[in-house]
């Protein structure tokens, strides 16, 4: 059974940074694309990075020169780095899977499998 557990969320400052983390288990970890989703207050859900099997990603405007995603093949761990936090980040951020490893796409659609979320709050 695939399995995917975020961590690392919290609250910060704007202009703070914070690095959250997602442990993955129950499949050949390098073999999916991977992504970092968010909803926050009243909003949808929302794609915020990705990267494929390769290593090739992609970032949502919102966030580009702000965040990085990046894995840990050796750990199964997939990585968002999130520099220069604005109020507007606060959200519940989900890890999620896809088993179409060449595919980094920012659509929720895509993925089959979503961690539980971890919350990230940014205060002015």
């Known amino acids: 059974q695939v399995q995917l557990v975020e961590s690392g969320g919290g609250s910060v400052q704007a202009g703070g940074s914070l690095r959250l983390s997602c442990a993955a288990s129950g499949y050949t970890y390098n073999s999916l694309s991977m992504g970092w989703f968010r909803q926050g207050p009243g909003k949808e859900r929302e794609g915020v990075a990705c990267i494929d099997s390769s290593g090739s990603t992609a970032y949502a405007d919102s966030v580009k020169g702000r965040f990085t995603i990046s894995q840990d093949n050796a750990k199964n761990t997939l990585n968002l780095q999130m520099h220069s936090l604005k109020p507007e980040d606060t959200a519940l951020y989900y890890c999620?899977?896809?088993?179409?490893?060449?595919?980094?796409?920012?659509?929720?659609?895509?993925?089959?499998?979503w961690g539980q979320g971890t919350q990230v709050t940014v205060s002015s």
């Open positions: 999620a899977a896809s088993r179409i490893g060449s595919l980094c796409t920012l659509v929720s659609g895509t993925y089959r499998y």
